[in-house]
């Protein structure tokens, strides 16, 4: 992309602007940088200034801020024409009406029904159906074994357990699961071309409306007919509206629960001291779930916040119509959240639970109850059937895809004992 603005940003990198690399090839060190930067640093994104916040109490502050909307209106460098849509990360910026991209009152329109689809009493009502999914899931991963013994646990467990439970939520055919995850990774990946990527988006905009059209006919019991459906005396959601909530809610959905499994169950392997206390009983599993989620965040970094006025946090201010990037892996290592240890992973830390990795305020994930529900399922269920799982391959060789929002790998091979 032509950017005036991107010479700018690679001329000040020894000035203290970070270079968030999409080929994510060493993301701890990234964090370290990001956090040794204060508060508030100045990151290029693909030849795209902005700032992002890597401390917990000021991100805290932040996401509650009403000067900070997300609104791309509100972006001085979507203004002026600088950031155009042959940006690679403008879908995830610019994705259509949805309570993921719009403010205040309108927001609580859009996501009233989506949180009252998924109450506590809902997730508890779909526990055996997860519990069905997560065993099914475990069979197949017990007969895909190669002959050297290595299975892809990505591949054959977490990826297609979340989307199976997000399909069943909103009502998508089983035979769409393996289409729509395929969409989404070339969605996500810095490798998709631009115009490719594009192209998915308007494919997967035709997915979701012709499901709308079809649940607006024939209403079922699910999430995407009680989107649609108006309640007495409210104001339904448009077609464009439902679609936007469907196309990003299946993302968040299914890739955070992704990630969410696959980093615990790298970190108890890493950590077999820590493993031990969980199969001892001397820990419970959701101390895992928030530890892992603190420590090794499934997103890394959210895009993106604009200020309406000048903010000031600290000793930096934030100036009208700049962007803001809420980097949630670093703010998970806050030395002042979380002690001087906080690099290291420790299912017993007090704190383990402050954090925010699903976000804070009127914005925080709708589906975090879900990603929760699903890991606490899983993970006991894992290692209960294979309790001699291990890696394939030393913990180095791991790669990650290279996606700069989320934290995903490529691959797991493990052998299951």
Not at 335 to 359: C, K, L, S, V
Request: hydrophobic share 45%; charged share 25%; aromatic share 6%.
């Amino acid at each position: 992309m032509n950017c005036p603005h991107a010479e700018a940003a690679r001329a000040g990198r020894n000035a203290g602007v970070i270079t968030i690399d999409p080929m994510v090839q060493d993301l701890d060190g990234e964090t370290v940088r990001l956090r040794d930067a204060g508060v508030l640093a100045r990151i290029d994104l693909l030849g795209v200034p902005a700032w992002t916040v890597t401390r917990h109490a000021e991100a805290r502050q932040l996401l509650v801020d009403p000067r900070l909307v997300k609104d791309i209106d509100a972006w001085g460098l979507w203004q002026s024409g600088v950031v155009t849509r042959a940006w690679p990360l403008i879908g995830m910026i610019d994705a259509g009406r949805s309570m993921f991209t719009v403010d205040g009152a309108e927001h609580r329109r859009l996501r009233t029904k989506t949180s009252q689809a998924l109450t506590p009493r809902r997730l508890e009502a779909i526990r055996p159906d997860i519990e069905k999914f997560t065993d099914e899931l475990l069979d197949a991963l017990d007969a895909a074994r190669g002959e050297d013994g290595v299975v892809d646990l990505k591949a054959v467990f977490a990826q297609p357990l979340p989307m199976k439970v997000v399909g069943m939520l909103m009502g998508v055919d089983e035979s769409q699961h393996a289409m729509l995850t395929r969409q989404y990774k070339a969605f996500f990946s810095m490798l998709t071309p631009q115009d490719e990527r594009l192209a998915l988006l308007a494919e997967l905009d035709v997915f979701y409306t012709d499901l709308v059209r079809e649940k607006t006919a024939r209403p079922t019991d699910d999430l995407t007919s009680a989107l649609i459906l108006a309640e007495e005396g409210g104001e339904p959601l448009t077609e464009e509206e439902v679609v936007g909530n469907l196309k990003a809610m299946v993302a968040a959905g299914h890739e955070t629960t992704i990630g969410l499994v696959l980093n615990a169950v790298r970190a108890l392997l890493s950590h077999p001291d820590q493993l031990r206390k969980v199969l001892d009983g001397e820990v419970g599993w959701d101390a895992v779930v928030e530890e892992t989620l603190r420590w090794d965040t499934p997103t890394t970094h959210l895009l993106m916040r604009f200020a309406t006025e000048d903010v000031a946090v600290g000793d930096e201010v934030i100036r009208k119509g700049e962007g803001v990037v809420i980097s949630y892996r670093a703010i998970g290592r806050d030395f002042e959240q979380h002690g001087p240890d906080a690099d290291a992973f420790d299912i017993t830390r007090p704190t383990r639970n402050r954090h925010m990795t699903f976000g804070h305020g009127p914005h925080i994930c709708p589906g975090a109850a879900l990603s929760r529900v699903e890991a606490g399922i899983a993970l006991p269920a894992l290692f209960t059937r294979f309790p001699g799982l291990r890696l394939a391959v030393p913990d180095e060789e791991i790669t990650r895809l290279p996606v700069m929002t989320q934290n995903d790998m490529a691959a797991f091979p493990v052998l299951l004992g």
